[in-house]
């Protein structure tokens, strides 16, 4: 292990207290001292980089099912005999992965916000990953080329450098793990927050 790794290695990753940030399960909404944050992936989709026409109930439920069991496993609560035979093959993947990459969880599911920015989200998993902080999110379908972006703009609300992957879950048990290492993508996703602020704006919005 080089100096360089060395020292990132012994970064502590403690989960940043966000002071004021709060969020509304039932809306889906982020607030900051009482006032509207966008979330990240409201800005990537009103910005036009998502597009979620063909995107299924079914899709939806079972990604938000196979990021809880991970969530559960991560925090030592999951009940592996709760999970449905299928959510079990995508949670299989995500243990291949912590088992073959050594994975280190320190914090899952957390909320963050920028205050410069203004606009907040929750990433899945921050931990050590190849000997550095790294910032892991979990998907279930395809990696679609915006979630450079989401994550550069999770990653910023971090003090401390972190590492990016798309983790791609199979039902089958594989998995398909992608960096993302392009330092421009964080300017990419405030061109998108100045895009969706104006369009919002001007519907009265936020």
């Known amino acids: ?30 607030f900051l001292n009482g006032k509207p944050l966008p979330g990240v992936t409201t800005v990537l989709k009103t910005a036009g980089f998502i597009d979620d026409r063909f995107y299924t109930e079914e899709g939806r439920i079972r990604g938000q099912a196979v990021h809880l069991a991970a969530h559960y496993h991560d925090i030592g609560v999951l009940d592996r005999t709760s999970l449905h035979p299928l959510i079990k093959e995508y949670f299989s993947a995500y243990e291949r992965f912590l088992k073959e990459t050594g994975f280190q969880v320190v914090f899952s599911e957390n909320r963050v916000c920028h205050r410069d920015f203004r606009y907040a989200g929750t990433n899945d998993k921050i931990g050590y990953l190849f000997g550095r902080p790294a910032l892991v999110d979990i998907k279930t379908g395809d990696i679609q080329f915006w979630t ?10 971090y003090p401390y450098p972190l590492a990016r992957y798309g983790l791609r879950l199979f039902p089958e048990g594989r998995y398909k793990l992608i960096p993302f290492e392009d330092k421009n993508d964080f300017s990419v996703f405030l061109a998108a927050l100045t895009t969706a602020n104006v369009k919002t704006q001007q519907q009265g919005g936020w």
């Not at 080089?2 to 909404?29: C, T, Y």
């Not at 450079?148 to 609300?157: I, T």
């Open 1 to 30: 292990m080089n100096v360089a790794v060395q020292q990132l290695s012994q970064i502590p990753l403690e989960a940043p207290a966000f002071e004021g940030l709060s969020f509304d399960e039932d809306a889906h909404r982020y």
């Open 148 to 157: 450079a972006y989401q994550l550069a703009a999770y990653a910023a609300c």
